[in-house]
């Protein structure tokens, strides 16, 4: 009878660890986890082009101001040596020669000024770029946040689960024989998760397959029971 009862426990024991087994597979399997990790990958996608974007205006503005600069350099230029060429007072070489050098800094100041228009309009461009991506941002950071609030209630609830059946199981562990234990654990382990399961009517339920009168009695024998074809621990009936 103390065999029995022994076999009986474990068969508790194999349906706590099963109801394990499928919390963890549960817990692992959060249809939320698929969408926690799109959101964090486009996340991270955002915050990249942000980066890069910032990067760029920073650079715009180091060149605007170089720009700015430059122009200024060359107005300061171009209008001292305007004043000179019309003061008078100069060979007619001299005249033209001031002259070319003029038209030539009106020429750089003109496209120094293009320059600027464009590093101004890529500027504007890009800060109203990033004012969009920051929304979008913004919008999936809270998405993100909200599937974190599910997944952690969710793993909540499934933790406490686990923690009321680890209690069952330490109670049902003291009941059973350690080797007893320590062969149903090895079964389990090749055996998807099913280390004992019961004998009725000739079938073994770990594996479905039936076992002959002669085998049946050949497995009641020994103990614990095994099944012939499968080698799980059997529980008669």
Not at 92 to 117: G, H, N, P
């Amino acid at each position: 009878m103390e065999d029995i009862r022994s076999l009986e426990d474990l068969l508790d024991l194999q349906v706590i660890d099963s109801d394990l087994d499928r919390l963890f597979e549960r817990r692992a399997g959060l249809p939320e986890l698929e969408a926690y990790r799109v959101a964090h990958e486009e996340l991270s996608g955002i915050e990249q082009q942000l980066s890069e974007m910032t990067e760029r205006l920073r650079e715009i503005y180091l060149a605007s101001d170089k720009s700015d600069g430059e122009l200024k350099i060359e107005e300061d230029k171009a209008h001292r040596e305007e004043q000179r060429l019309y003061a008078g007072g100069l060979s007619a070489r001299d005249s033209e020669y001031l002259r070319a050098e003029v038209e030539m800094l009106r020429r750089q100041i003109s496209q120094r000024e293009d320059q600027s228009l464009a590093l101004m309009e890529e500027e504007e461009q890009l800060d109203a770029a990033r004012a969009e991506r920051e929304k979008e941002r913004d919008a999936v950071a809270a998405e993100k946040g909200r599937i974190e609030e599910v997944v952690a209630a969710s793993w909540q609830q499934i933790d406490d689960e686990v923690a009321r059946l680890e209690v069952r199981k330490a109670e049902v562990v003291r009941l059973i024989d350690t080797d007893l234990i320590e062969l149903y654990e090895q079964i389990r382990s090749s055996q998807e998760g099913v280390g004992i399961a019961r004998l009725g009517e000739g079938v073994c339920g770990g594996c479905h397959l039936t076992l002959s009168a002669a085998e049946q009695v050949q497995a009641v024998k020994t103990f614990p029971p095994r099944c012939i074809h499968c080698r799980r621990i059997l529980a008669p009936q």
